[in-house]
């Protein structure tokens, strides 16, 4: 049974850089592939981005840009960096797993979800 | 971009049904998911595969999908099921994979 842990810190200024880190524990690290999600007050779901163990990544081409998300299989944990966060990036952001079958996908479990705010 | 459209709200009386539509073209055609999420918690997996539960989800939620609508139904509403639900599809080349959500209010 995966579970996830995640981490960061929940307070930053305009043009910071946000960085969270999401451990796995149990399961196939290799199995899946490893999302990151928020929830904006306005707009609902978001989805980010993944990752798999091999360091393949897709990412939401509207933030792609300011985007990366990297894997370290040796722990089993994969993070988040946003560069140059605004007030829109106000979020909770969520890690979760992305179970693969066949031509579709879903998420299950999901972290914890770590509160981020932007603020000057 | 393929976009689901969900309606914002949707109120039910306790102990009757509750159905959330998720919207999209020829959505029949592709497998629906569905996430509850409750106040101040992560969103949690209802519904995989347009009409599987997964362990621990209780027999009242159930799903369909059909044409360009798959609705998540909920039977004999709790109180306990007041919460955000969002449909999800993934084809490999969707970038907004959630619907906008849907608040179910128990009246």
């Known amino acids: 049974q995966v579970q996830l842990q995640q981490w960061g810190a929940g307070q930053l200024k305009p043009s910071e850089t946000l960085s969270l880190t999401c451990a796995v524990y149990?399961?196939?690290?290799?199995?899946?592939?490893w999302s990151w999600i928020r929830r904006t007050p306005g707009r609902g779901l978001e989805w980010i981005g993944e990752i798999n163990h091999s360091g393949s990544v897709n990412y939401n081409p509207s933030l792609k840009s300011r985007v990366t998300i990297s894997v370290d299989t040796s722990k089993n944990q994969f993070s988040l960096e946003l560069t140059s966060v605004t007030a829109a990036d106000t979020a909770v952001y969520y890690c979760?797993?992305?179970?693969?079958?066949?031509?579709?996908?879903?998420?299950?479990?999901w972290g914890q979800g770590t509160r981020v705010t932007v603020s000057s | 971009s393929y976009v689901l459209t969900q309606p914002p709200s949707v109120s039910v009386a306790p102990g009757k049904t509750a159905r959330i539509s998720c919207g999209g073209n020829n959505i029949g055609s592709k497998s629906v998911h569905w996430y509850q999420q409750k106040s101040g918690q992560a969103p949690v997996l209802v519904i995989h595969?347009?009409?599987d539960r997964p362990s621990g989800i209780p027999e009242r939620f159930s799903g369909s999908n059909s044409g360009n609508s798959a609705t998540l139904t909920i039977s004999r509403v709790e109180a306990g099921d007041e919460a955000d639900y969002y449909c999800?599809?993934?084809?490999?080349?969707?970038?907004?994979?959630f619907g906008g959500g849907t608040k179910l209010t128990v009246l």
């Open positions: 979760a797993t992305r179970i693969v079958v066949s031509n579709t996908g879903w998420f299950d479990p």
């Open positions: 149990g399961g196939s690290f290799s199995a899946f592939y």
């Open positions: 999800q599809v993934w084809d490999g080349s969707t970038d907004l994979p």
């Open positions: 595969y347009d009409s």
